[in-house]
């Protein structure tokens, strides 16, 4: 069991908006940075936000993130068949003294 | 560009040992965190281990004990000494790097580690 939540699953149609949360609690998402990855069948994660919602360069601006408390979200608009992915959050966990995954989200494009 | 290479995977039995290598390029190695991150195949990903600049290592229970992280900054390179090891321990490995807060924002390509008799 992950100490981040996910829902294992998520959909949509192209063009639609998704939402993919991640439940944490005080000690990471409630006092550190969140980050999160999308992982491609057979590829390495990559790097989608850090510091809750900041984009690196090359990703576009239709996926964005958000933190609220405990809690942190990633947003897709304009879904894509290209989106879909395996998502993951993380987050540094204070009294843990370590990384902490979500279980992670499939995210299919229907 | 920027890059990062494991090696070092395979086959071992349950008990036995395994060093892995990430060989780092395109970067300023020495000023970075590094990472080693596990995904069982089918499973999400799993942190393995943390070494920050100055050489301060963090493990999560499940491997603190039985693996050690180190890294060579004159070679670029990071490792990852595992012992005793375990079926559990089946999964592709990878070395990631990170600063501030900037967490595993390039990834290796993975090496696969199978633990089985």
């Known amino acids: 069991q992950s100490v981040l939540t996910q829902p294992p699953s998520a959909s949509g149609t192209p063009g639609q908006r998704v939402t993919i949360s991640c439940s944490g609690s005080?000690?990471?998402?409630?006092?550190?940075?969140v980050y999160w990855y999308q992982q491609l069948p057979g590829t390495a994660p990559k790097l989608l936000i850090y510091r809750n919602n900041q984009r690196p360069s090359g990703v576009p601006d239709r996926i964005s993130g958000s933190k609220s408390d405990t809690s942190a979200s990633l947003a897709i608009s304009g879904l894509r068949s290209e989106d879909e992915a395996d998502y993951y959050c993380a987050a540094w966990d204070d009294s843990l003294s370590g990384w902490v995954f979500g279980g992670g989200t499939k995210l299919t494009v229907l | 560009e920027v890059q990062l290479v494991e090696s070092g995977g395979g086959l071992v039995q349950p008990g036995g040992s395994l060093r892995l290598s990430c060989a780092a390029s395109g970067f300023t190695f020495s000023v970075y965190d590094m990472h080693w991150v596990r995904q069982a195949t089918g499973n999400g990903l799993e942190w393995v281990s943390t070494?920050?600049?100055?050489?301060?290592?963090y493990y999560p229970g499940s491997v603190k004990g039985r693996f050690t992280i180190s890294r060579e900054n004159a070679k670029n390179s990071l490792y990852l000494q595992m012992n005793s090891l375990r079926a559990g321990d089946t999964a592709v490995y990878y070395c990631?790097?990170?600063?501030?807060?900037?967490?595993?924002?390039?990834w290796g390509q993975g090496t696969m580690v199978t633990v089985s008799s």
């Open positions: 990631a790097r990170g600063q501030g807060g900037l967490a595993f924002d390039i």
């Open positions: 005080s000690s990471n998402i409630g006092t550190n940075y």
């Open positions: 070494i920050g600049t100055a050489g301060d290592t």
